[in-house]
């Protein structure tokens, strides 16, 4: 009931292409996603996060959409560019609070080729 | 310049010897983690500490152990019990506020690899 699971393992996209990862949970307790992006040989960044009260957040060329219902949530990346080829990660905790563990998802090798 | 600072960059090991990764933050976060990243798994958690001396098994907390006598410093210490210690290890910070967005800072990363 902790686990995230995370779809495709790889994916790679053309150019200007829209890119879409997703995430699938079973704790509903779970208040915070977070999606967090990794380059080659360095630690993870925070993207973008949301929480369960909204179903989308956008920020730049990110969107994240929830459907709590479902207890599913999806990484959308538009307009992808070369730059973007990093491992994505989503994850959840229940944030929402005092410092608390993230359960990550398994990572999502994205190549974007130009 | 504020960040998480991890050495060595990269650390080779002999079966049998235990190795020390160092992890320092100048964030003045409460909590730090461990993680170990292994390809296709993910991060998975090792230990974490929410203040100082004191802090919790994660997942795969079997053949690791850490301290955390400053708030600045969170140790892991790799065991000759560890079976398969090959891995990059993550280290991260986080804030301890309530309502707060309870983001995880990285450091840059340990490459262990055993010989």
């Known amino acids: 009931q902790q686990q995230v699971k995370q779809s495709p393992q790889s994916l790679i996209v053309q150019k200007g292409g829209i890119s879409i990862i997703n995430c699938a949970y079973e704790n509903t307790a779970f208040d915070y996603f977070p999606w967090y992006q990794q380059f080659p040989g360095k630690g993870p960044a925070l993207l973008i996060a949301i929480r369960p009260d909204v179903s989308e957040k956008k920020e730049g060329r990110f969107t994240i959409s929830f459907n709590k219902s479902a207890k599913q949530f999806s990484l959308h990346i538009m307009d992808s560019q070369p730059g973007d080829s990093a491992t994505y990660f989503c994850a959840a905790s229940m944030g929402y609070s005092s410092a608390s563990k993230i359960i990550f998802g398994s990572g999502t090798r994205l190549s974007i080729r130009p | 310049d504020g960040g998480i600072t991890q050495s060595p960059k990269y650390l080779f090991r002999k079966e049998g010897q235990n190795v020390t990764l160092s992890c320092e933050q100048n964030l003045n976060h409460d909590a730090m983690y461990w993680y170990r990243q292994d390809p296709g798994q993910g991060l998975r958690l090792i230990y974490y500490?929410?203040?100082?001396?004191?802090?919790q098994k994660g997942d795969i907390a079997e053949g690791y152990s850490v301290s955390r006598e400053k708030k600045e410093s969170f140790p892991l210490t790799v065991t000759s019990a560890q079976k398969n210690p090959t891995a990059f290890y993550l280290c991260a910070s986080s804030t301890q506020r309530a309502r707060s967005n309870n983001e995880q800072f990285f450091g840059p990363g340990t490459r262990l690899t055993v010989l």
């Open positions: 500490s929410q203040i100082v001396n004191d802090f």
